[in-house]
C-alpha cells in the first residue's frame, strides 16, 4: 500500500536560509508525487508535481523537488527562505489509481 | 473566474444536527473530492466522485453522505452519526480522474459542532 512520511512536522528556518522539507514514500510502483502549500485557514495549493518526466521538478515560487528512487524520497527544496513561504506544506501521492494520500504537513516557520 | 467555491466559511452546529456543506466548481472538471483536515493528520478522503450521479466511499466515510446530481455541485452532509465532526473541511476537484491529474482545492468550511 502506497504512504508518504514527511519528516518533522516543524520546520524553522531564518529568512535568506536555505529550505528543506522532507517527503519520503512507499510504492510498489513510479508513483505520481505532489507538494501543495496552506496557508493559514486556507484551501491547498499545488507546488510542483512529479509525473516521471524529469527528477528534478520546479514548481511555483522558487521551489523544487528532486525525485530520488533509490532513496524514496522526493524533498522540497528553496534556496532562500523569504518570510512569505511560511505555511504548512503537504507532500502526497498517487499511484494507479484516482486517489492521493497525503503526509501529515510540515509547517515552516521562518524569522527574520 | 474560475475556482472552487464552498460555503459557508465558518459553520457552528449543535450536537445530533445534520449540516450540508456546499461544494461548487467552474472548471468543467469530472471528478470531485472531499476532504477532512485534523491538527496532525493531513487530510483524510471522505468521499469522491469520479462522475455525475456516482460517487465512492474513502477512507472515512462513516458518518458522511453525499450526492453528484450535477457536474459542478458536491454537496457533504455530516450526519449526525459522525462522532467527532469538528474539523476543517476540504473540497477539491480535478479535470479527470487519474493518479497523474493535479486536484484544485476550495477554502474550507471549519465546521464546529458542539
Known amino acids: 500500500a502506497q504512504s508518504v512520511t514527511q519528516l518533522g512536522s516543524h520546520v524553522s528556518v531564518s529568512e535568506g536560509a536555505l529550505v528543506l522539507l522532507r517527503c519520503n514514500y512507499s510504492?510498489?510502483?513510479?508513483?505520481?508525487l505532489f507538494w501543495y502549500v496552506q496557508y493559514p485557514n486556507q484551501g491547498l495549493q499545488l507546488l510542483l508535481k512529479y509525473t516521471s518526466a524529469a527528477t528534478l521538478v520546479k514548481g511555483i515560487n522558487g521551489f523544487e523537488a528532486e525525485f530520488k528512487k533509490s532513496e524514496t524520497s522526493f524533498h522540497l527544496t528553496k534556496p532562500s527562505a523569504h518570510m512569505r513561504d511560511a505555511a504548512e506544506y503537504f507532500c502526497?501521492?498517487?499511484?494507479?489509481?484516482?486517489?492521493?494520500?497525503f503526509g501529515t504537513g510540515t509547517r515552516l516557520q521562518v524569522f527574520p | 473566474d474560475g475556482g472552487i467555491t464552498q460555503s459557508p466559511k465558518y459553520l457552528f452546529r449543535k450536537e445530533g444536527q445534520n449540516v450540508t456543506l456546499s461544494c461548487e466548481q467552474n472548471?468543467?472538471?469530472?471528478?470531485m473530492y472531499w476532504y477532512r483536515q485534523d491538527p496532525g493528520q493531513g487530510l483524510r478522503l471522505i468521499y469522491y466522485?469520479?462522475?455525475?450521479?456516482?460517487?465512492q466511499k474513502g477512507d472515512i466515510a462513516e458518518g458522511y453522505s453525499v450526492s453528484r446530481e450535477k457536474k459542478e455541485s458536491f454537496p457533504l452532509t455530516v450526519t449526525s452519526a459522525q462522532k467527532n465532526p469538528t474539523a476543517f473541511y476540504l473540497c477539491?476537484?480535478?479535470?479527470?480522474?487519474?493518479?497523474?491529474?493535479?486536484?484544485?482545492f476550495g477554502p474550507g468550511t471549519r465546521l464546529t459542532v458542539t
Open positions: 466522485s469520479q462522475i455525475v450521479n456516482d460517487f
Open positions: 477539491a476537484s480535478s479535470i479527470f480522474p487519474g493518479e497523474d491529474y493535479e486536484q484544485y
Open positions: 472548471l468543467n472538471h469530472d471528478a
Open positions: 510504492s510498489s510502483v513510479p508513483p505520481y
Open positions: 502526497a501521492v498517487s499511484e494507479n489509481t484516482d486517489k492521493l494520500i
